[in-house]
């Protein structure tokens, strides 16, 4: 399984951009998709997650800002990002978790695309 993260890119403050996730198979394999970002010198966080059922969770930091959906056509998971400020520069990666049983045992796989960058300037 392979994660293709794209769209990073510098954009002003109050600008938008878009960063898709490709997916090497079809995204309703994955139980949930996500998109963290580790912003300079900080620790990875969680901004948008994405689950199999189609309920999407957000942080506070990027509620009503941020918007994360699935293209079927693409086999990708996209976060539209809208009214960027500074402190949302950072590396964005997707993840994406799947778990699948075989008789008693549970097992989950987890798989992290690489990272692509997001400068605002203010």
């Known amino acids: 399984v392979q994660l293709q993260a794209s769209g990073g890119g510098l954009v002003q403050a109050g600008g938008s951009l878009r960063l898709s996730c490709a997916t090497s198979?079809?995204?309703?394999?994955?139980?949930?998709i996500d998109w963290y970002r580790q912003p300079p010198g900080k620790q990875r966080e969680l901004v948008a997650a994405?689950?199999?059922?189609?309920?999407?969770d957000y942080s506070d930091s990027v509620k009503g800002r941020f918007t994360i959906s699935r293209d079927n056509a693409k086999n990708a998971v996209d976060l539209q990002m809208n009214s960027l400020n500074s402190e949302d520069t950072a590396v964005y990666y997707c993840?994406?978790?799947?778990?699948?049983?075989?008789?008693?045992?549970?097992?989950?796989?987890?798989?992290w695309g690489q990272g692509t960058l997001v400068t605002v300037s203010s």
């Open positions: 993840h994406a978790i799947a778990e699948t049983h075989k008789g008693w045992t549970r097992y989950k796989y987890d798989y």
């Open positions: 198979e079809s995204t309703f394999n994955f139980n949930t």
């Open positions: 994405l689950s199999s059922d189609g309920s999407a």
